[in-house]
């Protein structure tokens, strides 16, 4: 039992970490009319080809996803034997970007994606969840966003 | 002494059938030796007379045109939780239990100055164990601390801890006393697998990770906040999600070492959301007006949810009550570039262009220096809401995407985006779908033998 304990973690950014060996499939050319049909195929194909992919994000001409660099060209070859257009971007890394009750701290998200695009990386693609937001980047530009993050750790003000 | 902190929501205390029942719950931890400490929410939920929404009110009433000082609303706020325990306070001592209601400063709660948000920095129990040494229960009120100055040489204003500041106040109790369990007492069994208003048979899960019970909440679930999840996780505090209405075992969080993952956990829904699709012919420009929009939607604290980019566009979702607030902000903004030729860009909200934009629109051909002017159309689709799959380490597995997709398309659910964690799979769909795409998933992934 102690007199004065150290309860919450701070607010805004409490720490940044990097993953590297990612790639981002882009499938383009599907029909609107026929999208849902198109969609099951590809993810058909790449549960077929025994490959889990993340970062998915859809639009109304075709999606693109996230897998480990190693498994790029396989998951590509499987969605062209389908028929699907797919092209992959090697080089890419993930930024988890630690935060913790990011629903809490409205504007947070916007802010890391703000500040991911003024170092000059690309975003390719963000998820979130309950104490981070991860977001996607080219490899070569990971290290200076996560180091523009870095400095915002411990910020209140970041807000 | 064996403490134990017992949380009662505002439907636990509600009237005083049901503060009996909440009392009596106090009293059996009694009689099996424990040391309670009592954390209560303010009495009943919106609408009813001292609920907090309702004292909110009264402030805001006043004249809609002068928003309270966050310090007052603060003030304003705590007199729920300060009357709640006092009537529970009250009703202990009817069953003839000795106890002692405390307000969050007296308590030793003291958190940041940042009012209506405000994080718990230390935790100063010594009254509170002095309370329990005299025999008594303490009963404290739950989502509010006091401050300490800048210079930290006193102690300032009353503050309040935000959305579920009360089981948070019942965490951070607990982890100051080292208490052996912290329970939270609500008007559910424990933590469902679905909201029961859409799988009336979603059952109770026996237990869960505290990350999992974090991104349950994160992702819609009203059942306990991640910050007293954070809390316990910290400390290693046993952590239960009770009824107060009932005798079930209810939920244990627990920490995820050696837990069995691999699992999904729940589907989860949040609801009212607008989707917002910014498209532009922006060729290089593209992260300029990126850069622009994220700034502005921080400035303004708006809450993006499903963030989404592709070499064209990019979209994210914002909370309805905040598109008004959206538009306000980036309907006929102004961007000018001048790196290079001079270009301008506008952007307009929604497909059909308000007045707002053909006026910019109009003043900036007829001014020099803004080079050519483009629209970057924010599209929209509203009434949407977003259904989340709870599932640690199970979305490594291959074709949980396509199981998501063919559940719901083959049901004619439109998925209008998606997005991921390493905790959950979400999709967007029409708010209308909401109910039958928590069932469908609910179904697909097997979890009613989920417990």
């Not at chain 1, 383009?28 to 998915?56: C, P, V, Y």
């Not at chain 1, 200076?144 to 750790?153: F, K, N, P, Q, T």
Request: with cysteine; aromatic share 6%.
């Amino acid at each position: 039992m102690t007199d004065r304990t150290s309860i919450e973690t701070a607010r805004g950014i409490s720490g940044v970490e990097v993953s590297l060996g990612h790639a981002l499939v882009v499938v383009s050319g599907l029909s609107e009319e026929a999208w849902g049909q198109r969609m099951l195929e590809a993810l058909g194909a790449l549960k077929d080809a025994d490959h889990s992919i993340d970062f998915l994000k859809v639009s109304s001409s075709g999606f693109s996803f996230v897998v480990p660099e190693s498994q790029a060209s396989s998951a590509r070859d499987a969605l062209c034997a389908a028929g699907f257009d797919a092209v992959v971007k090697e080089g890419r890394a993930i930024l988890i970007v630690r935060a913790p009750n990011i629903r809490d701290e409205s504007g947070l998200v916007a802010r890391i994606a703000q500040l991911v695009v003024r170092s000059g990386a690309t975003i390719e693609q963000v998820g979130d969840m309950h104490s981070s937001v991860q977001v996607v980047v080219e490899a070569a530009k990971v290290e200076r966003a996560a180091s523009v993050l870095r400095d915002c750790i411990g910020m209140v003000e970041i807000l | 002494m064996r403490i134990k902190v017992m949380k009662f929501g505002g439907t636990s205390v509600a009237d005083q059938e049901s503060r009996m029942l909440a009392a009596r719950k106090v009293a059996e931890a009694v009689e099996n030796g424990f040391s309670p400490v009592v954390v209560v929410s303010a009495i009943g939920r919106a609408g009813m007379p001292y609920a907090t929404d309702t004292l909110l009110n009264l402030l805001t009433e006043v004249d809609p045109l002068v928003p309270p000082e966050p310090r007052e609303v603060d003030l304003m706020l705590c007199c729920g939780e300060i009357m709640s325990t006092c009537v529970f306070a009250q009703t202990l001592k009817s069953l003839g239990y000795p106890a002692s209601a405390m307000t969050g400063g007296q308590a030793g709660i003291i958190t940041d100055e940042t009012h209506g948000n405000a994080r718990i920095v230390e935790i100063q129990p010594h009254d509170v164990l002095k309370v329990l040494e005299k025999g008594r229960i303490p009963v404290v009120c739950g989502f509010q601390g006091r401050s300490l100055s800048k210079d930290g040489s006193s102690y300032g204003e009353i503050t309040t801890l935000g959305r579920g500041g009360s089981d948070t106040t019942a965490s951070a109790l607990a982890a100051a006393l080292a208490a052996e369990a912290v329970e939270i007492y609500t008007d559910v069994d424990g933590v469902k697998t679905a909201d029961p208003d859409f799988v009336p048979d979603a059952p109770t899960l026996r237990q869960m990770t505290y990350d999992e019970v974090a991104e349950i909440a994160h992702q819609g679930a009203k059942v306990i906040h991640p910050r007293a999840a954070e809390i316990a996780m910290k400390f290693g505090i046993p952590l239960f999600v009770r009824s107060t209405f009932s005798d079930d075992p209810g939920t244990e969080v627990v920490p995820g070492e050696g837990f069995e993952h691999r699992r999904a956990t729940g589907v989860t829904h949040t609801g009212k959301l607008v989707y917002l699709e910014f498209e532009a012919a922006f060729g290089p420009d593209k992260a300029a007006l990126e850069s622009k929009v994220y700034e502005l939607m921080a400035d303004y604290r708006i809450n993006l949810f499903m963030l989404n980019v592709h070499p064209h566009s990019f979209g994210f979702a914002v909370p309805r009550k905040q598109l008004p607030r959206v538009k306000e902000i980036l309907d006929g903004l102004v961007i000018p570039l001048v790196d290079g030729e001079p270009r301008t860009y506008i952007v307009q909200v929604g497909r059909a262009g308000s007045p707002e934009v053909a006026a910019q629109e109009q003043m900036l051909k007829g001014l020099s220096g803004f080079g050519e002017i483009r629209k970057c159309v924010a599209r929209l689709t509203e009434n949407c809401t977003m259904v989340s799959l709870i599932a640690h380490e199970f979305l490594q597995q291959p074709g949980i995407y396509y199981r998501v997709f063919e559940c719901l398309l083959g049901a004619n659910i439109n998925i209008l985006q998606t997005s991921d964690s390493p905790l959950s799979i979400s999709v967007l769909v029409p708010e209308n779908d909401c109910g039958r795409a928590v069932a469908l998933l609910h179904e697909e992934f097997d979890l009613a033998s989920q417990t």
